[in-house]
């Protein structure tokens, strides 16, 4: 986990929670295209948060809680917005999710970093994460044994 898409080089968790160093809490992913295509990523993505809502996720609000897709290439960022329009028609508002290039991400606090294996009896993990996780189990379900 860390911070992307703002102004400000190195930020911390403070600053960034104050919504003026333009970052947003990320993840960058890292896969196995022979597992996992960017387009599997992408259905990952759009079915585990509400991307109609602009700065807020769930009870998490700010711009720092923007939904958000930063690409690494030309192809990623066509795939980005050609999996947005698609999953537009199934949402009764506009799909806000900004798709950007990465310019640079900053890694997290090492306290934010695997917070859920860390903390899995915390409120956050038991009302947020693992209703998540639960989605995409049962969603993925036979990928994820054939993958183990």
């Not at 333009?22 to 509400?50: C, K, M, N, P």
């Not at 939904?67 to 806000?96: G, K």
Request: proline letters at 6%; charged letters at 25%.
């Amino acid at each position: 986990s860390g911070y992307a898409g703002g102004r400000q080089p190195n930020p911390t968790y403070a600053q960034v929670s104050t919504g003026a160093t333009g970052h947003a809490e990320v993840v960058q992913v890292e896969f196995d295209r022979t597992v996992l295509s960017y387009a599997d990523i992408l259905d990952i993505f759009w079915s585990l948060h509400d991307p109609t809502t602009r700065d807020r996720q769930g009870g998490d609000v700010g711009t720092q809680y923007r939904s958000m897709i930063l690409y690494h290439d030309d192809a990623q960022r066509r795939a980005a917005e050609a999996s947005r329009d698609a999953i537009q028609e199934a949402w009764p508002r506009p799909v806000v999710t900004e798709i950007l290039p990465l310019e640079a991400f900053y890694p997290a606090e090492e306290y934010h970093q695997d917070y859920y294996a860390r903390n899995p009896d915390k409120g956050y993990c038991q009302l947020v994460i693992n209703p998540k996780l639960k989605k995409l189990r049962e969603r993925y379900a036979a990928r994820i044994r054939a993958g183990s």
